[in-house]
């Protein structure tokens, strides 16, 4: 078993410091994961756990082996940086805290950044993260999925009754084989729009929600690369995830692209 990287040095960590741009540079940062920062590796090689960047206590982590999904310490697609895959519809890392999660859905506010890959694959729902476990209405939380068969991201919420937002980009927005960011953004009595989905430099689709956020906790904590109950895993692989509790601005959003663009060639 091996760690790769710390919190502090080439982890990342620090780089606010007003010379070098990173997620961290801008406010409410919740949880920040990058593929080539405090991975622990398993024979395969596999990721048993993946720590949270900001230093907060957000690592997320998988005990069963064959459900962790696989470690490339330099994927070409990503100018040689480290990535994360799922490959498999039963993949995920899960956080244990689903109270640490509830601003994905209650409507004050959140933005999440990912850095990403979809592979060439015709499922329509592919769960890149995930709070809901099953993602039924019956269930509060947040997801965002890869609709394959529409080349497009997703962003749902669900608040224990009824699915309130299913927010979809544009249709071959995101196209698979590609390596891209996607970010979604949400909250209530935002204008022009509650919610948005941007795809590569863009917003890509919008809406507003039909009905009322829940308070409560989510159904599960979060995992990563499929479901909380490990179905309707991402066919891709990641490289950078990280998530706010406000809603970034459209320049801020254009700061993450230009950061991932000069990091990773995504186009």
């Known amino acids: 078993m091996s760690r790769r990287g710390s919190r502090r040095g080439s982890s990342g960590r620090g780089l606010s410091n007003g010379r070098t741009f990173s997620p961290q540079t801008l406010g409410g940062l919740v949880a920040w994961y990058r593929a080539d920062s405090l991975i622990t590796q398993v024979a395969g090689p596999k990721v048993s756990a993946w720590g949270d960047l900001r230093g907060g206590d957000q690592d997320v982590s998988?005990?069963?082996d064959a459900n962790r999904p696989a470690y490339t310490a330099a994927d070409a697609n990503f100018r040689n940086k480290p990535t994360v895959s799922q490959g498999a519809a039963t993949l995920a890392l899960l956080d244990n805290t689903a109270a640490d999660w509830k601003f994905l859905h209650d409507g004050t506010g959140c933005t999440v950044f990912?850095?990403?890959r979809p592979s060439n694959n015709a499922a329509a729902v592919q769960i890149l993260w995930d709070t809901t476990?099953?993602?039924g209405a019956a269930n509060v939380g947040a997801c965002l999925f890869y609709d394959g068969p529409n080349d497009r991201f997703r962003y749902f919420v669900g608040n224990g009754t009824t699915n309130i937002l299913n927010t979809p980009s544009s249709?071959?927005?995101?196209p698979q084989d590609t390596t891209q960011v996607v970010i979604c953004r949400y909250q209530e009595g935002r204008a022009p729009s509650e919610s948005d989905v941007r795809a590569r430099g863009v917003t890509a689709g919008s809406e507003n929600t039909s009905g009322a956020p829940s308070a409560a906790n989510p159904a599960g904590a979060l995992a990563i690369?499929?479901?909380?109950n490990l179905t309707a895993g991402f066919f891709g692989v990641e490289a950078e995830l990280a998530f706010y509790n406000r809603v970034l601005t459209d320049g801020e959003c254009a700061l993450l692209e230009a950061y991932a663009a000069a990091r990773y060639g995504t186009t």
Request: glycine share 18%; hydrophobic share 30%.
């Open 114 to 116: 990912c850095v990403v």
């Open 171 to 174: 249709n071959n927005s995101s």
């Open 133 to 135: 476990v099953t993602t």
């Open 225 to 228: 690369g499929a479901l909380g």
């Open 62 to 64: 998988q005990g069963t």
